[in-house]
């Protein structure tokens, strides 16, 4: 399948961003992740089919994932943006399984990645 990612911007700290990211095909797992300049591919948060959720603690509280199955669509609504949630923000998807929970933000669990959606958050 296909992911495409859309939302990004650049916002002021304590601001608002919306993700939104469009699939193709069968998806069981879906999860949003980011990179920074010169750090490794973090989980953000994951989404799978029966509807549980996984959020990193760096986001827990602000940060929400949603999937809406008629549009095929998964959803990252970011509140109270810091400048340390700057990163490109990638959407993921797992064709073939939900995984495990404890593997749910974990990069190799994950077999379609979209391109990215840049997020700056800056004063």
């Known amino acids: 399948g296909q992911l495409m990612e859309s939302g990004g911007g650049s916002v002021q700290p304590g601001g608002s961003l919306s993700l939104s990211c469009v699939a193709s095909?069968?998806?069981?797992?879906m999860g949003w992740f980011r990179q920074a300049p010169g750090k490794e591919r973090e989980g953000v948060a994951a989404?799978?089919?029966?509807?549980?959720?996984t959020y990193a603690d760096s986001v827990l509280g602000r940060f929400t994932i949603s999937r809406d199955k008629t549009k095929n669509t998964l959803y990252l609504q970011m509140n109270n943006l810091k400048p340390e949630d700057t990163a490109m923000y990638y959407c993921?998807?797992?064709?073939?399984?939900?995984?495990?929970?404890?593997?749910?933000?974990?990069?190799?669990?994950?077999?379609?990645w979209g391109q990215g959606t840049q997020v700056t958050v800056s004063s």
């Open positions: 989404l799978d089919s029966n509807g549980g959720t």
């Open positions: 993921a998807a797992n064709s073939q399984s939900n995984g495990l929970d404890f593997t749910r933000l974990w990069p190799q669990s994950y077999n379609n």
């Open positions: 095909g069968r998806i069981y797992l």
